[in-house]
């Protein structure tokens, strides 16, 4: 079975400023890492996914991720988050040999202020 | 190319009645997840379709069932509904329902159980 722990469940942070989410994930098999983003009243969009590779990941929004298998660990950073960043963010893991059964953590609020 | 359409997108019901989901995936998808997202578990898989078959399964009682058509759509019904069952309803699909693919999610089913 895996878990995923998200230890933050509210990160309020100024706009401009640099962010990072922390994920931590358990599994006794080889997992697949996403990160989900879910905005008010919207369902999940994926934001990156670790998939093999490097084990930097970035997103097409500035985002990026890094799988780090010793700390089992998958935290996600920007440089400088803007307003529209405000949303909870998922991380979440499978198992590389199974099919599509997401284990989420229990998610991080964004929260961009001025 | 459409996304991931769920109807209805509220629901209100009474403890004891049934209720049914539906959602219809990404043109060309195969694979269809259900997940039930609440403040207090978070999001839990539910189950997994594919070619008409379930495929995976959740830790859900015996109330909780689905199915897939010949065209990939795919309900979900809940019967002698709980209060507990208040939650979103999530509906994604994929391609083929591999490990390392993109989960495309639905706007979600709002229900309300009274």
């Known amino acids: 079975a895996q878990s995923v722990t998200q230890l933050d469940s509210q990160v309020p942070v100024f706009e401009e400023a640099p962010v990072e989410l922390r994920c931590n994930y358990s599994?006794?098999?080889?997992?697949?890492l996403f990160w989900y983003v879910q905005y008010p009243n919207q369902g999940l969009q994926l934001l990156l996914k670790y998939l093999s590779g490097s084990t930097l990941v970035e997103s097409i929004n500035g985002f990026e991720a890094e799988f780090n298998k010793s700390q089992t660990s998958f935290h996600l950073r920007k440089p400088s988050v803007h307003i529209s960043d405000t949303a909870e963010y998922f991380c979440?893991?499978?198992?590389?040999?199974?099919?599509?059964?997401?284990?989420f953590g229990t998610g991080t609020q964004l929260k961009v202020e001025l | 190319k459409a996304g991931v359409t769920q109807t209805p997108r509220y629901l209100i019901k009474t403890r004891g009645q049934q209720v049914t989901l539906s959602c219809s995936p990404i043109s060309g998808h195969r694979s269809v997840s259900w997940y039930q997202q609440t403040p207090g578990q978070g999001l839990q898989f539910l189950f997994e379709y594919f070619s008409e078959t379930q495929r995976n399964k959740g830790n859900f009682p015996g109330r909780f069932s689905g199915r897939q058509f010949s065209n990939s759509r795919s309900e979900m019904n809940v019967s002698t509904l709980e209060l507990g069952d208040s939650a979103l309803y999530l509906c994604?699909?994929?391609?083929?329902?591999?490990?390392?693919?993109?989960?495309?999610f639905g706007p979600g089913t709002r229900l309300l159980v009274l």
């Open positions: 599994s006794s098999v080889s997992v697949y």
């Open positions: 994604a699909s994929s391609s083929s329902g591999g490990a390392s693919e993109t989960q495309y």
């Open positions: 979440a893991v499978t198992p590389t040999g199974g099919g599509n059964k997401l284990t």
